[in-house]
């Protein structure tokens, strides 16, 4: 598997792209993810956001014209795990409802996701999204040149394991940087010292998706959306992270 080294200055590019998903979701999503709002409704939100900064929703028109994704984020509500295609779904107290947005601007590529809570949730709910931001975390500290990427997927299911969750195996993070989706493929999963070395100029999308259940997932009849099988509650964090002097930066973390 081949992969590509990004120099300084396309980091900072990258990581402007980044910027932008950001700044949505710490200024403009919180106010915008109540009870009675539909899913349509915030991606025309979010939509109009990344356009207004000068960005593309790079989400639209993926999958090309068989089975185009036809949106420009990703909104996946409680049992929906990644990829919940916007519809007239109107959010509910108690929900929670994971945002992934992927932005291009001047060319390059921002990848994150958050998992909000809807009003007011339950014990179990708060302690899985707790427990999927905390893996990532945990993931990027393992993002270091020298390093495998056995050893940050091991280190983020041995937390999820530890916590009595489990990561989606179908589903994994990615290169991202000159598009959306790279090589190297990575998994929230693995062995510690296998797999790829960690190479000063990375950048990867590093993104658990942590289940209350089974791993197990599903597809929907539309075609993108993947849900849990048990029908129990799925959360999802995600960070573009470069490798820079030898240590994880993390490009999609606000910086005022």
Same mark, same amino acid.
């Given at each position: ?5 990004k ?20 200024d403009?999503l *919180? ?6 709002v539909?899913?349509?409704e915030l991606n025309?939100?979010?939509e ?19 089975n ?18 916007p519809?007239?779904r ?9 945002v ?7 060319g390059?590529?921002?990848d994150?996701?958050?998992?909000? *809570?809807?009003?007011e949730i ?22 270091? $040149?020298g390093?495998?990427?056995g ?21 994994c993070g ?6 959306m989706?790279?090589? *190297?493929m ?5 062995r510690?010292g296998?797999g790829?070395?960690?190479e ?11 289940? $209350? ?13 993947a ?13 573009s992270? $470069?490798?820079?002097?030898?240590? *994880? ?5 606000l910086?005022?």
């Open positions: 598997m081949s992969f590509t080294i120099t300084r200055e396309e980091i900072e590019k990258i990581k402007a792209a980044n910027q932008v998903i950001a700044r949505l979701y710490a403009i *919180p106010s915008k993810i109540v009870p009675g539909s899913t349509n025309t939100i979010i109009e956001y990344i356009i207004s900064q000068g960005g593309t929703p790079a989400t639209i028109g993926v999958g090309g014209p068989s185009a994704y036809p949106a420009g984020s990703c909104l996946s509500v409680n049992e929906a795990v990644v990829h919940g295609v519809n007239e109107i959010l509910e107290e108690g929900d929670i409802i994971s992934d947005t992927v932005v291009e601007l001047d390059f590529y921002g994150s996701a958050f998992t909000f *809570p809807v009003g339950d014990e179990e709910s708060k302690r899985l999204l707790e427990v999927t931001k905390k893996s990532l975390e945990i993931g990027i500290e393992e993002c270091y $040149a390093n495998r990427l050893d940050l997927g091991n280190a983020i299911e041995s937390y999820v394991k530890k916590n009595k969750f489990t990561v989606v195996r179908d589903f990615h290169g991202v940087g000159y598009s989706h790279e090589d *190297p990575v998994m929230n999963f693995g510690k296998r790829i070395k960690l000063e100029g990375m950048v990867i999308a590093i993104e658990p998706m942590v289940n $209350a259940g089974s791993y197990k997932v599903g597809i929907l009849k539309d075609g993108w959306t849900v849990t099988r048990d029908g129990k509650r799925s959360a999802h964090f995600e960070h992270v $470069a490798i820079v002097d030898g240590k *994880p930066v993390v490009l999609s973390k910086d005022r």
